[in-house]
């Protein structure tokens, strides 16, 4: 099998670079072990909230600039963020799913403990505030589904309230949903889901809704609803008397799995190969150039391209390994920054910045990794898998998967002209 | 260039591979049984979560174990190649208590009723499609009644292959070795005829396996691991045999292959690795035999016109060998392809037959039956016999097997 | 007998919430005395909490210590019939392995003979065939009746015993001063976490608070000179053995393996820590290193087993001579009564011994409190059931075949025993899980919070399993904190507490977060941090971060 651009790793960042490339005419296949992180997201996306100090990012493009020079904002150069970040909305929209937000400023997004972060761009039916954490609305409803426990409510309803709203709960049942109740484990936001992509259980729903309704301006409800579109949300929306909001749930992520759905579907519509259960476990070097991949499931077919990209993850994705004393990048054995001694992998505080999670692939200025410093110039490494940047203290990884594939596929593009 | 070698892969092939799963549940998202069915537990806690209390006491292994259709796209899913399902299917063969009934036995072997049947056609596919047969069926055997059981093939294929082909096949220089399986040999045979005549098209003369029985996956599915494991070594060994004459093994069936390859190993425990990879399906090798040049495909009919909906069956997802039959099909000139998104069919091998899963397996089907209503093709074309039976049943649509679509292209 | 007056005296103050303090004051409850216990932090927070579940034939003591030994072969049988839901009759093996003394095996066999100990040399391979996990190189093998014990379940089933009996037992609660009058004491001063002092009094005040023993005699004005041996102990993600595996040496480094409920345990290190440092149970790498090196000996497989964690606890032992690591020393019950010794009248220590022999323990700290009070009531304790192991109706294992809504059910019946009939999980909702890993029912958890006194996170963990499997913590820790606060309505508290509870989890995975394990914390983070932003909730100072246990 002859490609254009292999990407191993079927996540955003992944599919972020697979449709780029495509769009481009490119023929692309993306070849994942599995399903991706985007199966625990919040419903935003998040480009830059935290400085290194921990002080909130209100104007990412311009705080970016004093990240260290180890960042990928920095490696690829933060005039590339400023210009990839709009085309990073515009390829969501192609895919069909609406984001409110700018790179310009942050607005904030509401955590499933009611704990407000900051965010870049969040899908449209989400609770957001805007950068003062002011709401369009103060006396919300806040509805809860029987039996459902992966939406913590008396938390949430606690941190609503800390937030400045006032918050009435309602807990609702309907038949439709009663019957998944029966389940000892898997009554879970997918699940809930598939229930409610019926138009009959929405309808259900609204009622009770709208019966649970007294003097509240606006519904929040749990994000359970649209697993590949959003149509039965908008529905609800159009059934109930009062604007009514998402707020994200514990895992897994019912807009996550729409987001993999969509962009998988719009990758696989402009002529991408997207191979599922495809670890790759090898790559096959034709001087300092990578020829082919080989594939767990497939150990007999080369699968040869002009470009690789690696979009991996990091060590929940497998693109890194911790063995029991050093840090590992399994396919390749690329150069990876991280420090030496497991002692210093880990902060003893859990909430302090955890050193591991910076830990990644090293790169040159065009996110090409290198084996014993020998850069491999056919091969971008991109998103989670690079070093230098923290899901956590800097809030940032989302933007880095969707900036770094921009970048890398652009970059494909150009030298392929 | 390189460092030294290192496999840090070895460990997803211990023992202790559910060792691995992070708890995501994002197999969960992909179980088309939990989803219609709160009694199953989901893969997770079928699978990993529930392995753990069954290494303390067998005890815990329950019943709702049955209701995993052994899809494997938990498998596909999983981010971490934990093997959920093949922990699902060995706990459920190895912790049993129950005795099979008649159902089980009769729905599982496909080779001895298929026998029977086929010397007593057409009076078997009429007293099958009788009510009264139904009836007895649904209420003592518990095969739904609703369900239109496979009719039985006048003429088995092995019968036809030495009455219409056997004698040409050594004409050719290069030869085939062909696992047909026990639906086409009984049930279906076109799928198989289609094959040889395929083959000898291009150029390959095909030999039948020596003594091929039931791949004894249906034997699995029913809860009857010393069955399968004695047809299991049976195949190998009869496919040893063949291989030492003619080293490529080719099959049409997705599941008999998948079972051969996959679960010969990772649910029964038998070493396989010598057979496993000469077994392929022809689609595959023909597409492969194309891409290295070795192969060029005989022109087709010049007014072929076919728009096709590719189903893309459980067991080829998880072999990732979709890519294989529907680029080949994309090779048909004339042919239209549209890519149904997969989901599985809910017929799971025997699991839709029986009169507890019948509901159950057409609501697991549904959203893949109307994706088929909407895709308005001239054929469904899937590489499983058993996702024909159903979507047939459940959609009306025809449903042809990839290599039947060759055939009829390259007809002359 | 005096009675005591008001709500805050009490025939008798039991100091310390781990095994021996709790076995005493259930045995003074049944005696019929009105019992107060103190604890600093919750049940089984000490080394209780902090131990491999070793349900010892004596076997391991058989040639250093034969009369210990055979105390602890007299206790595993008693416990075998007290405290049937905390046990699990595995049996024991004692492997020699390639490098071993043969020799010495036979000693060990002899000894164990001589001290009333069924041990039986076994060929290899009906070694192998009883324990597959065993290493296969095995030179030799002995059969013991060694077993699994749950230290939580053993502690919790003593305070309900003493609750049901009339002790009352307080928790968070530390001992800072002893009051005396004279030459004898009298009474306490606890003071909660909050700062807030009370006063209790007694005529007998019992000192089982294990290493801080030291400490709470100094309280009293007497020397008890501990010496505090610290073990270091890693906790597997499931079972890879179902018999203990034990090496059959002189005791060292790594060589006990025992099966726990779900997971295995693995230790320990013997190391002698100053007393400054007897409150720090970090784990380090050197010491995580040396046990998996060790372990992978007695059980190869183990090299390819996820670790969920590492904990230490410091032994009790009562200081002899200067031994390096505390290994030689007894572990003897030591029964102080500082009349005698110090005449500091009605002050008693009990320490030294084992979990395994707690119940001896408190047997003979409360005839010595009874006797001080002039009380003639015979100790019970040995023929009676503790809650959960009252005799029941036996379950045929042949025809049952069991329901998929039953499996949280069968699991809780594992942990709580005929207490079982407490937990209402009728309805569909109440068998919804909490804890997927260690399968805690909704119903499970209520049945915690309102008859357990569960009110936090770690006080739930240690009463029910819930957040100590693979995940440690991944969803349960969520879904348990806002059950919580929609019960008690104290959200904030629980908002807190999830975020203590997280980081007193990451403490034991700390040690071991390579792997899996490192993956599965991250996945962790970026599901509480990331997602739910519990990273930026007030952090708990160090101080009172509660110390990590099993």
């Known amino acids: 099998m002859k490609f254009n651009t292999i990407i191993i790793g079927g996540g955003l960042s992944g599919l972020t670079a697979g449709i780029t490339l495509a769009e481009q005419g490119q023929r692309v296949a993306i070849l994942a072990t599995g399903q991706s992180r985007l199966h625990f997201t919040s419903g935003s996306l998040e480009l830059l909230g935290y400085n290194p100090d921990g002080s909130v990012v209100t104007a990412p493009l311009q705080e970016c600039e004093s990240l260290p020079a180890s960042h990928p904002y920095q490696v690829i150069g933060t005039q590339a963020l400023r210009q990839f970040a709009p085309h990073a909305q515009e390829l969501l929209a192609a895919a069909g799913i609406k984001v409110r937000g700018n790179a310009e400023a942050n607005h904030y997004r509401i955590s499933p403990l009611g704990i407000p972060k900051p965010a870049w761009l969040t899908l449209d039916d989400y ?291 | 260039m390189s460092k030294a070698t290192h496999n840090f892969f070895i460990s997803s092939i211990s023992d202790n591979n559910f060792e691995q799963c992070l708890k995501c549940s994002i197999c969960t998202v992909y179980c088309p049984v939990s989803a219609v069915e709160p009694l199953f537990p989901g893969p997770k806690q079928a699978g990993p979560d529930g392995e753990r209390y069954r290494l303390k006491n067998p005890r815990f292994t329950d019943d709702s174990l049955k209701l995993c259709l052994n899809c494997k796209r938990c498998e596909v899913a999983c981010p971490h190649d934990v093997r959920i399902g093949d922990i699902i299917q060995r706990a459920r063969l190895q912790n049993s208590k129950h005795k099979p009934g008649i159902r089980a036995r009769l729905l599982a072997s496909t080779d001895l009723v298929g026998k029977i049947a086929t010397r007593l056609t057409p009076a078997f596919n009429t007293i099958l499609s009788l009510k009264t047969t139904k009836e007895y069926k649904h209420r003592m055997l518990g095969i739904d009644r609703h369900f239109a059981f496979p009719t039985y093939a006048r003429v088995t294929f092995e019968k036809w292959f030495e009455k219409n082909a056997a004698k040409k096949q050594s004409g050719f220089s290069q030869q085939v070795a062909y696992f047909h399986g026990c639906h086409v040999n009984y049930n279906d045979t076109a799928p198989g005829i289609a094959f040889v005549n395929v083959m000898n098209k291009l150029g390959f003369g095909v030999t039948l396996i020596n003594d091929e029985k039931c791949c004894g996956n249906p034997f699995m599915a029913n809860g009857m691991p010393q069955k399968a494991l004695k047809l299991a070594f049976h195949n190998l060994n009869q496919l040893r045999l063949t291989s030492q004459q003619v080293p490529i093994v080719l099959t049409t069936s997705s599941t008999c292959t998948f079972t051969i390859r996959d679960e010969y190993n990772f649910v029964l425990g038998l070493d396989n690795h010598d057979v496993r990879d000469k077994i392929s399906l022809a689609t595959r090798f023909i597409y492969k035999k194309i891409e290295d040049g070795e192969l060029i495909l005989p022109p087709v009919k010049p007014d072929f016109k076919l728009r096709i909906a590719y189903h893309s069956a459980c067991h080829m997802e998880k072999l990732g060998w979709s890519f294989y039959s529907s680029s080949l099909l994309r090779m048909i000139p004339g042919v239209q392809l549209i890519m149904l998104d997969s989901l599985c069919c809910g017929m799971a091998g025997t699991y839709g037959f029986k009169t507890e899963n019948y509901r159950r397996s057409l609501k697991i089907g549904e959203p893949l039956f109307q994706a088929i209503r909407e895709a308005e093709a001239d054929v469904v074309v899937t590489d499983c016999e058993m996702c024909k039976q159903q979507i047939e049943a459940a959609t009306g649509a025809r449903v042809l097997h990839p290599i039947e679509v060759l055939a009829m292209a390259l007809d002359d | 007998m005096s009675n005591p007056r008001n709500n805050n005296s009490f025939h008798v103050i039991v100091i310390g919430g781990g095994i021996t303090g709790t076995g005493v004051a259930r045995d003074c409850a049944l005696r019929g005395l009105k019992v107060l216990l103190i604890e600093r932090y919750d049940i089984t927070h000490g080394a209780t909490g902090r131990n491999h579940g070793l349900m010892h034939s004596g076997a391991r003591y058989a040639v250093s210590d034969p009369a210990n030994a055979a105390e602890c072969m007299a206790e595993n049988l008693i416990l075998r019939r007290i405290a049937r839901h905390c046990v699990e009759e595995t049996d024991g093996l004692f492997i020699s392995l390639p490098g071993d003394d043969l020799n010495y095996q036979h000693r060990f066999a002899d000894a164990c003979v001589g001290a009333g100990i069924n041990a039986e040399i076994i060929s290899t391979r009906e070694a192998i065939a009883l324990e597959p996990a065993v290493n296969p190189n095995l030179i030799g093998a002995v059969r013991v009746p060694d077993a699994a014990i749950d230290p939580f379940r053993l502690t919790l089933a003593n305070v309900l015993d003493a609750e049901a009996h009339g002790a009352t037992i307080l928790t968070h609660h530390a001992v800072t001063r002893i009051l005396t009058s004279g030459s004898a004491t009298v009474g306490v001063v606890a003071t909660d976490e909050n700062g807030n002092r009370a006063e209790f009094h007694a005529p ?202 039953s499996f949280a059910h069968r699991a809780a019946e594992g942990r709580h025993g005929s207490r079982i009939d407490m937990i209402h999980d009728e309805r569909p909702e109440q068998r919804a899980l909490v804890c997927e890993c260690e399968h805690v029912s909704t119903a499970e958890v209520d049945y915690a919070i309102s008859q357990l006194r569960a009110s936090s996170l770690a006080r739930l963990r240690r009463r029910t399993r819930l957040g ?21 309505g104290k959200p904030e508290q629980h908002i807190a507490d999830l975020n203590t509870f997280l980081s007193e989890r990451w403490k034991g995975i700390r040690p071991v977060a390579w792997g899996a394990t490192l993956s599965e914390a991250q996945l962790s983070a970026l599901t509480y941090q990331a997602l739910c932003g519990t990273n930026l909730i007030s952090s708990p100072t160090p101080s009172t971060l509660p110390q990590n246990e099993v």
């Open chain 3, 204 to 405: 007998v005040i019992v000192n089982a608070a294990g290493i801080w023993g030291q400490h709470i005699a100094q309280l009293a004005g007497v020397t008890l000179n501990m010496f505090p041996a610290r073990g270091a102990l890693l906790i597997f993600g499931h079972r890879v053995n179902n018999m203990v595996i034990n090496r059959c040496r002189k005791p060292s480094n790594g060589d006990i393996l025992v099966p726990d409920d779900i997971v295995c345990v693995l230790g320990t290190t013997s190391d002698r820590v100053p007393l400054t440092e007897i409150d720090n149970t970090h784990v380090t790498n050197h010491e995580v290193d040396l046990l998996l090196s060790e372990g992978v000996k007695l059980v190869p497989r183990l090299a390819s087993t996820r670790i969920l964690r590492a904990y230490a606890g410091i032994r009790p032992l009562v200081a002899a001579d200067s031994a390096a690591t505390g290994r030689d020393i007894s572990r003897g019950i030591v029964c102080i009564d500082h009349a005698l010794r110090d005449g500091l009248e009605g002050f008693i220590t009990i320490t030294g011994g084992k979990m395994m022999t707690y119940r001896l323990m408190a047997q003979q700290a409360t005839d010595l409190v009874c006797k001080k009070l002039g009380s003639k009531a015979r100790c019970t304790t040995a023929d009676t059931p503790l809650p959960g192991s009252e005799p029941g109706p036996e379950t045929n294992e042949e025809d049952e075949l069991l329901q998929p809504v």
């Open chain 1, 127 to 417: 609770i957001t505030a805007d950068s003062q954490l002011s709401f369009p609305f103060r006396r919300v409803l806040l509805v809860s589904i029987a039996g459902y426990i992966d939406f913590p409510i008396a938390l949430l309803r606690h941190g609503l309230q800390q937030c400045g709203l006032e918050c009435n709960v309602a807990e609702v049942r309907t038949p439709a949903i009663e019957n998944l109740r029966t389940s000892q484990t898997e009554m879970r936001a997918t699940n809930i889901a598939r229930i409610l992509s019926e138009q009959a259980a929405i309808d259900q729903l609204s009622v009770e809704i709208n019966r649970a309704i007294s003097g509240e301006e606006a519904i929040l409800i749990p994000a359970v609803i649209g697993i590949a579109d959003d149509n039965n949300l908008k529905y609800l929306r159009r059934m109930v008397t009062r604007p009514l909001f998402c707020v994200s749930t514990l895992p897994p992520a019912v807009t996550g799995v729409r987001l993999q759905t969509r962009l998988r579907k719009r990758f696989l519509n402009l002529g991408g190969t997207f191979m599922l259960g495809s670890t790759v476990r090898k790559a096959n070097f034709s001087a300092d150039r990578i020829a082919s991949v080989t594939a767990s499931n497939l150990p007999d077919q080369k699968l040869s391209a002009d470009n690789f990209i690696l979009a991996t993850g990091s060590f929940m994705g497998n693109g890194l390994v911790a063995t029991q004393d050093s840090i590992i990048e399994p396919i390749m054995n690329l150069d990876v920054d991280a420090t030496q001694g497991r002692d210093s992998w880990t902060s003893p505080r859990l909430n302090d910045p955890q050193p591991y999670m910076e830990f990644g692939v090293h790169t040159d200025s065009s996110l090409h990794p290198a084996i014993n410093g020998h850069i491999v110039p056919n091969l971008w490494a991109i998103g989670a898998v690079l070093s230098g940047h923290n899901p956590i203290s800097l809030a940032d990884s989302t933007g880095v998967d969707m900036i770094t594939a921009l970048f890398a596929a652009n970059d494909i593009i150009s030298h392929n002209i």
């Open chain 3, 468 to 488: 100590m499997g693979t995940c440690q913590g991944k969803m349960c820790a969520c879904r348990a904190a806002a059950m919580m606060a929609q019960r008690d």
